[in-house]
């Protein structure tokens, strides 16, 4: 590790020291959770490999063309498919939100609201292609439980942060994120990290100097004592 780079171990009060910074940066995001598990799995699955917009497009194709979730799952899946179409590898998507719909039955899910969360997480994570991820996302938009989904800007941003240990698992970084943030924070937290990793700690070259973070972030000092954003730093072991 570089003599400049100060390994900081995650607790609590840094993770609200973060949130702090970032809630002044950003604004404060408000929860509002919808209530509706089902479409937020489904939304999920649309999600992947494509930007919100054509997830976006391809969920209101498939609501205008299809009067209900039994409909979608008795359809053919062709008829699913082309209706999902905008929003990329279609498919093999229409496949996996049939799957995932007869395997939830008529269960409205609305269980999950009280359920205990591990209880929760580990019914959804039981569904044909769903991840740690896709469960914390159904938790914690459809009822706010205090679950917090790490997608690749939180993941990016937490591991330059040291929050995560070098080479966590995605898993491991969701453990993580469950110990050190505290639960009423859990939708900022993802939230927040998301606009800062799409804002200010880009993949490429993440700018650091405009950095809220910079004083607190071990990757950014080495970054900013190297003269320049780009140059790496060594992982926390
Ligand atoms: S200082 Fe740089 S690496 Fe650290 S959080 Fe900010 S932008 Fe990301």
Not at 69 to 91: F, H, L, T, Y
Request: hydrophobic share 40%.
């Amino acid at each position: 590790m570089p003599s400049n780079a100060i390994s900081v171990a995650p607790t609590r009060r840094r993770v609200r020291s973060i949130r702090d910074r970032l809630r002044a940066a950003y604004g404060r995001p408000i929860p509002a959770p919808h209530g509706a598990p089902v479409d937020e799995l489904v939304l999920t699955v649309l999600s992947q490999n494509t930007n919100d917009r054509n997830r976006d497009v391809a969920y209101a194709r498939l609501r205008e063309r299809f009067s209900s979730w039994p409909a979608v799952r008795d359809a053919g899946e062709d008829a699913v498919e082309e209706a999902i179409r905008p929003g990329g590898i279609s498919r093999v998507k229409a496949r996996r939100i049939q799957q995932i719909l007869r395997a939830v039955g008529d269960d409205d899910l609305s269980w999950l609201a009280d359920a205990p969360l591990a209880d929760g997480r580990e019914y959804l994570m039981s569904l044909p292609g769903v991840g740690r991820k896709t469960a914390a996302c159904v938790l914690l938009f459809s009822y706010g439980r205090p679950d917090v989904p790490v997608d690749t800007h939180v993941f990016r941003v937490g591991t330059r942060l040291d929050l995560f240990r070098a080479g966590a698992s995605l898993d491991e970084a969701h453990d993580e994120m469950l110990r050190l943030v505290d639960p009423d924070d859990a939708f900022e937290a993802h939230v927040a990290l998301i606009r800062h990793g799409r804002r200010t700690c880009v993949a490429r070259v993440p700018r650091c100097a405009d950095c809220p973070l910079r004083r607190m972030c071990p990757e950014g000092r080495v970054r900013l004592a190297a003269g320049g954003p780009t140059r790496p730093r060594a992982a926390r072991p």
